[in-house]
């Protein structure tokens, strides 16, 4: 009776472990989100860009993009909160938009073209892959296996 | 039914060897005789495979011998092997400071590093006899904490000879000092067997082996080498007869010291070079798990153990990298130099035959 | 007369006892004003210092409670715990969850481990040390195996920045960035110029909680049994083996923490040499606190990461002033730190071996007694 109560509790124990692993795996995931404000062409018509986009996530300001600019920020979880301050014209009214950007859990590195997305294009105008360029440097890695260490270093 | 008894002894005869060479002596055995007979289908030159484990268990096998003479007094494996190591590099350097040459300065060396080597074993195995039970730990410390306070004496010692100082400040000593001049292939270069342009049987060296050897197992077959063994293997027993067992272990650890001083001589003779500072902790691991592939354990060893233990040892060190490497293309040869040496080690620690003493 | 007599006799007790910390205070007190650093920066080092090692030191308690001695083997905790900061590092896991998560997937590595480890200590009763000892080597030897060459075939690893060039591997250094100190700086509050990480301490604070829970539990009162003699808590109804093999899993899985916690202080991994530092640092700054091979409290390691570190801190500097040359210090320091752990040993050996003969001879008295009786 009491070795199957001993299992028994073991077992919830590993079930909440998996499931408090589970929920990490959810929100711990991080992103780089590369942000564009460059014009673009999807499916024959051309989208143009406001003249200033200035960019804040949790009240901090990340980018502040004019025409043709890319911006970056890092985040950790499923989705990104936005602010953005929006300037279409130069010298014109500054509009303040919340935005809330879903991110897909196996990409890396987002690239989101921003006036696409707030002209309310589908995803798969706005949102690709960021592919980054690897640079190989030519020299080849060599790998130092400390020998049997005589604890040299710091703690 | 004879057919089977038959059957039965054999398998018996099969046991008893098993247990008798230990199940990791006969794969680490096996995995060696593998990669010998890889070698030739991976393009290797056998010829000069063999010439450098013979070169190699020159240089290392006095080392590994030094180890004998603790183990038969009941001192355990001694991990304290750089203590002598360190007296050894005491013996070179300060031979190359006073401005020997040639085979003089390994002559003079070896006459140097001995009596640091004593003095040095005195205090050794006096505190070994202090903590009797716990010395395999504490040879372990004794020897990590003389090598980093050596590394604090090489830099700070009045060394004065260019060929061993840094350029630049004129003081202190460099981490590798080349032999060339002094005693680089002192031994090895006495009638050498060729095998190749670049490779020969170091006969020198060997004979000087053998003479060592066969010093020891005389003295392990005189009236006190005996005794030192009877301390080992039984204390109580030793003591009831009439034997002073602190001073058989004071005795085994002065010799043990010293051979590991000239050991570390040999080795630098056949290796071209002195290294210092952290170098010495190198050679502990390889030395200790040498003997104990050859088939010793913490309490037992003889000369044949040693001379098995260090060819295969130093065939697997040798070996692996040229085998593995152009069979699988990997460089594995380090972590099998680590699994197979701890291993080995551990293997001796957790034999229950040879329980607590 | 006689009390003052008492007195100093107890004094001398004192001092005789705690003869390695008060060593320490003294290299300390020598080494401070020669390295010339500022009261503000020591105190804000030894604080980082702290919160990074604290956990790792403590996790060497419960196998000194079960008689094991001071676990060398806990390397393999710290082991467990790199190779669950690599994946994670790898499935792109950030921040606190990334902690957390690396903490999960380190227990049933840890475990597995230190259920070998524990198996393998029970094989060699007596030199539990020297085993520890060597499988911490030993199980080095695999952990490269398995990160050198499994990691990549086998075990998949995605990203590049990880691997080493040649496609297998991993790299000599992993980047912890994104979870660089994200424990550390939670919660984080500034005193004068000094940087506290609320959490880390709060966590050490939990384990020092369980610690002292655990000692009271049956199982901890078994443990200390089994450690005081194993014939006797065997003879009591207690399974010695596994008694014991449970002290080793449990400090295995705590090293595995700790090394967590502090790598992402240090914010990144040196994939083949963070771990073999660890065990004998982190013994030895116990025994500098003062912990025997014996009997360690929790306020030994309090005390043994604060002198130790600060040891640690103005050696290098120190030794610089004194022979004009920075690598004397940093030799001192390691030759302090086996030094220390080769003293402690060597008491300990003496000690037990009096102790032994002391019975020895009680035990002939009473025969004595005996046969005149």
């Given amino acids: 009776m009491k070795s199957k109560r001993v299992f028994l509790f073991r077992l919830v124990f590993i079930l909440v472990l998996v499931a408090v692993a589970a929920v990490m795996l959810v929100i711990g995931r991080g992103h780089t989100v590369y942000f564009d404000n460059v014009e673009l062409d999807y499916q024959g018509t051309t989208y143009e860009t406001p003249y200033k986009l200035v960019i804040y996530t949790g009240g901090e300001e990340v980018a502040k993009l004019y025409d043709g600019e890319r911006g970056m920020a890092t985040c950790i979880g499923q989705s990104l909160d936005l602010t953005l301050e929006i300037t279409q014209e130069k010298g014109g009214e500054e509009e303040l938009v919340s935005v809330t950007l879903p991110l897909p859990y196996n990409m890396d590195g987002v690239v989101i073209n921003l006036s696409a997305y707030l002209q309310d294009l589908p995803e798969e105008a706005y949102l690709s892959e960021f592919v980054p360029v690897v640079t190989e440097t030519g020299d080849e890695e060599d790998v130092v296996i400390p020998g049997d260490d005589m604890m040299m270093g710091d703690f | 039914m004879e057919h089977s008894a038959t059957l039965d002894a054999r398998k018996s005869v099969f046991a008893v060897m098993l247990q008798r060479f230990g199940l990791p002596r006969l794969i680490i055995a096996g995995f060696l005789l593998l990669l010998f007979i890889m070698a030739p289908f991976v393009g290797a030159n056998l010829t000069v495979q063999i010439g450098n484990v013979i070169n190699r268990f020159s240089w290392n096998a006095v080392l590994v011998l030094s180890l004998v003479p603790m183990i038969h007094s009941g001192c355990g494996l001694n991990f304290g092997v750089p203590l002598g190591i360190v007296a050894g590099l005491l013996g070179g350097t300060i031979s190359i400071q006073l401005g020997f040459t040639g085979p003089m300065s390994f002559v003079m060396a070896i006459v140097l590093a001995t009596p640091f080597a004593v003095l040095m074993g005195i205090g050794y195995g006096a505190l070994l006899n202090r903590i009797k039970g716990g010395e395999m730990m504490i040879t372990t410390y004794v020897g990590l904490s003389i090598i980093s306070f050596m590394c604090m004496m090489w830099l700070l010692l009045p060394y004065s000879s260019p060929t061993m100082v840094y350029g630049l400040s004129g003081t202190g000593l460099r981490p590798t000092i080349s032999l060339e001049g002094f005693y680089d292939k002192v031994l090895a270069g006495i009638l050498p067997i060729p095998l190749t342009e670049d490779l020969s049987i170091p006969t020198g060296t060997l004979v000087f082996f053998a003479l060592l050897a066969f010093l020891i197992w005389a003295f392990l077959h005189t009236k006190t080498g005996t005794a030192m063994t009877a301390v080992g293997s039984n204390p109580s027993f030793a003591r009831a007869s009439g034997i002073n067992v602190n001073k058989m272990r004071l005795l085994s650890v002065v010799m043990s010291t010293w051979l590991a001083a000239i050991g570390i001589l040999v080795y630098q003779q056949g290796f071209g070079f002195i290294q210092l500072y952290t170098a010495p902790n190198n050679l502990t691991l390889p030395t200790v798990a040498a003997i104990l592939i050859g088939g010793a354990s913490i309490n037992k060893a003889s000369i044949p153990n040693v001379i098995i233990g260090t060819i295969l040892f130093q065939g697997i060190v040798t070996m692996t990298p040229t085998v593995l490497n152009s069979m699988i293309h990997m460089d594995m040869s380090e972590v099998i130099r680590i699994v197979v040496s701890n291993g080995m080690i551990l293997y001796a620690l957790t034999r229950k035959t040879e329980g607590l003493r | ?373």
């Fill in chain 3, 1 to 373: 007369m006689k009390t003052k007599h008492g007195f100093q006799k107890k004094l001398g007790q004192l001092v005789l006892d705690n003869s390695v910390p008060i060593m320490f205070i003294i290299i300390c007190a020598v080494c401070i004003p020669l390295s010339g650093f500022s009261p503000s920066y020591l105190l804000n080092e030894v604080v980082t210092r702290m919160g990074r090692n604290t956990f790792l030191i403590l996790c060497l308690l419960i196998p000194i409670i079960a008689g094991l001695g001071l676990n060398f083997a806990m390397t393999l905790g710290a082991m467990a715990g790199e190779i669950a900061l690599i994946l994670v590092s790898d499935w792109q896991i950030w921040g606190i969850p990334g902690v957390v998560l690396a903490m999960i997937v380190s227990i049933p590595i840890s475990i597995l481990l230190g259920l070998l480890c524990g198996k393998i200590l029970n094989r060699a009763k007596g030199r539990e040390m020297i085993t520890s000892y060597f499988i911490s080597f030993f199980m080095n030897g695999m952990y490269q195996l398995v990160v050198l060459y499994m990691m990549g075939p086998i075990i998949p690893i995605v990203h590049e920045s990880i691997k080493l060039p040649r496609g297998y591997g991993i790299r000599n250094t992993v980047s912890l960035l994104n979870m660089r100190q994200s424990v550390d700086n939670l919660l984080a509050i500034n005193i004068g110029g000094v940087k506290i990480p609320v959490l880390t301490f709060l966590l050490i604070a939990l384990l020092c909680l369980f610690l002292i829970w655990f000692r009271r539990t049956k199982l901890g009162q078994d443990m200390r049994a089994v450690g005081q003699d194993m014939d006797v808590a065997r003879d009591a109804g207690i399974n010695v083996d596994r008694t014991r093999i449970v002290s080793v899993l449990i400090s295995t899985v705590v090293a595995g923490f700790g090394m967590i916690l502090y790598l992402q202080n240090m914010g990144n991994i040196s994939t083949y040499s963070s771990h073999s530092q660890i065990g004998m640092f982190s013994i030895a700054a116990l025994l500098v606190g003062g912990a025997s091979v014996e009997k360690a409290s929790i306020g030994n390691a309090f005390l043994g990461v604060i002198l130790f570190h600060l040891m640690f801190i103005v050696a290098p500097s120190a030794g610089a002033q004194v022979t004009g040359d920075s690598m004397t210090g940093e030799y001192f320091r390691v030759f302090v730190s086996y030094g220390v752990i080769a003293i402690a040993l060597v008491m300990y050996a003496a000690k037990k071996r009096r102790a032994r003969s002391n019975a020895g001879q009680l035990l002939a008295e009473a025969q004595k007694q005996e046969e005149n009786a």
